[in-house]
């Protein structure tokens, strides 16, 4: 099987179903974006960091995988059975993160990203992941979506902003409060 098939050469691509729609097309910008937020999960992976958030991170990113086929797929004309996500998903998301916080200090204001580059990755992939919950709710409003995904999405996105937060503890970096200018 070669990676290249040319069918893609004049600015289509295929869902799952057989569909074929433009690469600019919002289905492909939010399965695209899982994708670039699963690679940036992965880059943290990459980073000297406590196995345990390794482990986390590889299970979040077969999940993004799981949830990048659900956006490939044409809910019209695709039959193929496919993973799916389900509320343990979220639950573990929401169990990592309130584990994380017991060891944080209470937030009192906004903290500025950085201090550290792979909690700087941390807040890139947060990002991303916001954006991918953006895209993803405008395509749920063209063609419905799974609504999992958008909570899965939003609670991945405080997920990261937690493992920011714990990683800037246990690598001994500043966290930075935001103070407004006024």
Avoid at 27 to 36: H, K, L, N, Q
Avoid at 114 to 119: A, D, I, K, L
Wanted: some cysteine; aromatic content about 8%.
């Amino acid at each position: 099987m070669k990676v290249y098939t040319k069918k893609g050469d004049t600015g289509t691509t295929q869902l799952i179903g057989g569909t074929r729609v433009p690469k600019s097309s919002l289905r492909i910008e939010a399965y695209g974006t899982v994708d670039e937020l699963n690679s940036y999960i992965g880059l943290i992976r990459d980073q000297e960091i406590n196995y345990i958030y390794t482990e986390q991170l590889l299970e979040i990113q077969d999940r993004l995988f799981t949830m990048g086929s659900l956006l490939a797929m044409d809910p019209e004309k695709s039959n193929m059975k496919l993973p799916e996500l389900i509320d343990e998903d979220i639950t573990f998301l929401e169990n990592a993160i309130d584990e994380m916080d017991t060891e944080l200090e209470p937030m009192k204001s906004f903290v500025l990203p950085g201090g550290h580059s792979t909690v700087s990755y941390c807040h890139v992939a947060r990002c991303v992941c916001r954006r991918a919950e953006r895209i993803s709710v405008d395509l749920n409003a063209e063609s419905e979506i799974p609504s999992i995904i958008l909570t899965y999405l939003n609670r991945l996105s405080d997920y990261l902003f937690v493992l920011s937060r714990k990683l800037t503890k246990d690598l001994g970096a500043s966290e930075h409060p935001w103070k407004p200018r006024m």
